[in-house]
């Protein structure tokens, strides 16, 4: 059997369902476009024939039923289960002023537009539809767990997530990716976020997979007449980890601000590919990423201000600390600008530790090692103490502080 | 309590410091004067131990103990402490966080527990008050954004906290307004001991009217050229280096 035939038959065996037509066009598409490749523009970097043979082998084994498996975050939250790529409907809570329905029951209109969007619904067992009814301030966060769990072979996993934001409501989402077991494991994850008119959306991203683990994971967010997105995203997990955020904003006033952290340690490659489309101002979009890298990252900041879009302010920064002699970062802000009276910046850096504040540190009785634990860590909390969550704090800390401690002990050395 | 010897040092092939020499005596306040560019900030952060200065020839001792084996740290611990001539930012690192660190630092050194967090907090703000600095600096970033006199005060304040063995103050009357010098030479003043030696750069008389040297150096083309009590400073604000550099050079 071709690759494309073991798609097709694959997506058979996850239905029939409400999603089953999809399924199969999805698949249908997928078979002739493939997984992007780096002669794309968009994937110069980022080579994603791991995520392939990955997914290869899992279709030759391809299983629809694979047990639930998870561990909730220490973070307080409504948790929603997508295990393994299947949302856990045992596991749905009923949360006040918020409606929570499958995708294969829900009706809704899902995109063909992008290859991986093909792989996601071509595996998708289902998704979820979550809907925050118009004026409600909902009481706590509402995490999403992306939680992979396999020990043997290799494991695929779908995840999809529709989230509308109604008028006036207000809700903050945490994202959480994690896996667990020794298979080769490849997560493809999509949510669309609808924030409709005076709606505002705290968003955390925190993706702490395995450093066995691929990742490709697309959040695109439309804003609504003077809606709020406050996003921040952290990586420090995964082997081979490509994030796009896409933010579309077609009504006046809306007010974005995203920032990130990733970490990447010697073995790892972290993308993030942002985009922000100004179709209309005034509008605020302001983001700001720090890397910190012993291994590869990939940033690419995009920001393109529509003709009649006058009034826009976007500002984007990008500054990246490079660990070891053979860290690699390739950063790119993008402007483009068809507008007029738009107030736009860029600025990115590359660079090391000041070793002129080291050597400070440790004439003020700080060893080597705590010098520039205390310096990297001082860096990355500069943008992961803009994740607008409260509830995330105490673990973003720790889990941030953990992941740098064993990047920067081997680097002392 | 600080002996160095015949001490060469050089950065990037340059040979900076001359077979140097100079003995500071326990209880001592010595201060060090000289042109721009002669060295006296490389003399200093050579015994504070900076690496980016090779060290070819002589020595530098602590009450007999060999400095230049020691990484900046252990000096620090063992009680050097080095007042910058331009005090480094460093962004986000808490100014109290890097306080209490470096006591704790300093005590571990020593064998003694961490400092208590309500103890540490009212020595921090007792310091402060002598200093006249206001306790808002406790929360702002190292030197964040300070201006020149705030950043000053703020090696004095570090200084006051660790209680060295030996201070060296490089320049840290430089950009101070009058209020900003009487209160760091207040604060060098509190810490003057028969156990405590200090060492101050300057380029000023000013300074040594409020804090009263022992001894006097001029420090020119890599060398201690001269040295004196404390009426050589006078001299020097009325003739200037180039007396001493004629006499040095002939
Ligand atoms: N990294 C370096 N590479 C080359 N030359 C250097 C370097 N660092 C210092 N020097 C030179 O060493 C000499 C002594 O500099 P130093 O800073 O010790 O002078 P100073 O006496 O403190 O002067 P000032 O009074 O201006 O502070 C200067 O000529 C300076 O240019
Ligand atoms: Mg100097």
């Known amino acids: ?413 | 309590m600080l002996d160095i010897k015949n001490l060469s040092a050089s950065v990037g092939g340059a040979e900076i410091l001359h077979d140097l020499s100079l003995s500071v005596g326990t209880g001592e306040v010595h201060a060090i004067m000289g042109p721009n560019g002669s060295g006296k900030s490389t003399l200093a952060q050579v015994i504070a131990g900076r690496d980016d200065y090779e060290v070819t020839g002589g020595s530098v001792t602590l009450d007999g103990e060999d400095l230049l084996d020691l990484d900046p740290e252990e000096r620090a611990r063992e009680g050097v402490f080095l007042g910058f001539q331009y005090p480094v930012e460093i962004p986000g690192v808490n100014n109290a966080y890097l306080l209490k660190a470096a006591v704790n630092a300093q005590r571990a050194h020593r064998g003694l527990d961490e400092i208590d967090a309500f103890e540490f907090l009212k020595l921090a703000k007792e310091k402060m008050a002598l200093l006249g600095m206001d306790q808002k600096f406790l929360n702002r970033g190292v030197n964040e954004g300070f201006s020149g006199g705030e950043k000053k005060r703020n090696e004095i304040l570090q200084m006051a906290m660790l209680e060295p063995r030996l201070a060296i103050l490089d320049e840290t009357d430089s950009g101070l307004d009058i209020d900003a010098l009487k209160a760091v030479a207040h604060g060098v003043n509190a810490l003057r001991s028969p156990e405590r030696s200090i060492v101050l750069v300057t380029h000023y008389q000013r300074l040594l009217d409020y804090i009263q040297p022992d001894h006097v150096h001029v420090l020119s083309g890599g060398k201690i050229v001269r040295s004196g009590d404390k009426t050589l400073a006078t001299e020097l604000e009325e003739r200037g280096y180039d007396w001493l550099k004629e006499a040095a050079n002939g």
Request: negative net charge; proline residues 3%.
């Open chain 1, 1 to 413: 059997m071709s690759n494309s035939d073991k798609l097709r038959s694959a997506a058979e065996q996850l239905g029939p369902d409400g999603l089953s037509d999809l399924r199969s066009r999805a698949a249908e598409n997928f078979g002739t476009t493939g997984f992007p490749t780096t002669r794309m523009e968009d994937w110069k970097y980022t080579d994603l024939s791991i995520a392939s043979d990955i997914s290869v082998a899992a279709l030759d084994d391809f299983r629809v039923d694979l047990p639930p498996s998870y561990e909730i975050p220490d973070i307080e939250a409504h948790w929603l289960i997508i295990s393994n790529g299947s949302p856990q409907v045992g596991g749905l809570s009923a949360i006040d002023g918020v409606d929570i329905a499958l995708l294969s029951e829900a009706d809704v209109d899902l995109q063909f537009d992008l290859p991986l969007a093909d792989l996601n619904l071509a595996l998708l067992s289902d998704g979820l539809k979550l809907t925050v009814n118009a004026g409600v301030n909902v009481d706590k966060p509402v995490g999403l767990l992306f939680f992979d769990d396999a020990d043997t072979d290799s494991l695929v996993s779908q995840g999809r997530v529709i989230i509308d934001v109604q008028k006036g409501a207000s809700v903050q989402v945490i994202e959480f990716h994690t896996t667990r077991g020794d298979a080769r494991k490849y997560a493809n994850v999509f949510v669309d976020l609808n924030i409709e008119d005076n709606a505002r959306v705290d968003y955390a991203r925190l993706q702490a997979r395995d450093l066995s683990a691929v990742q490709t994971a697309r959040l695109s967010v439309a804003a609504g007449r003077d809606a709020t997105l406050r996003h921040f995203a952290l990586d420090t997990g995964g082997k081979l980890v490509r994030n796009d955020l896409v933010i579309d904003i077609a009504k006046t006033g809306a007010d974005v601000e995203f920032n990130g952290l990733y970490l990447a340690d010697a073995g790892q490659h972290v993308d993030n590919h942002t985009r922000v489309d100004h179709r209309v101002g005034p509008a605020h979009s302001k983001q700001e990423y720090r890397g910190i890298i012993k291994g590869r990252a990939v940033w690419n900041g995009k920001a393109v201000v529509h003709e009649g879009a006058d009034g826009t302010d976007a500002q984007q920064a990008n500054h990246n600390l490079l660990m070891s002699e053979r860290a690699e970062i390739n950063a790119k802000p993008e402007l483009e600008i068809y507008a007029e009276d738009v107030k736009c910046s860029h600025g990115t850096t590359v660079g090391q530790l000041d070793e002129n504040a080291v050597f400070y540190l440790r004439t003020r009785c700080l060893d080597e090692e705590q010098a520039r634990r205390l310096m990297t860590h001082a860096f990355a909390m500069g943008v992961a103490h803009r994740c607008p969550i409260d509830a995330c704090t105490t673990w973003v800390d720790s889990h941030v502080e953990d992941a740098l401690n064993a990047l920067v002990a081997e680097d002392a050395k």
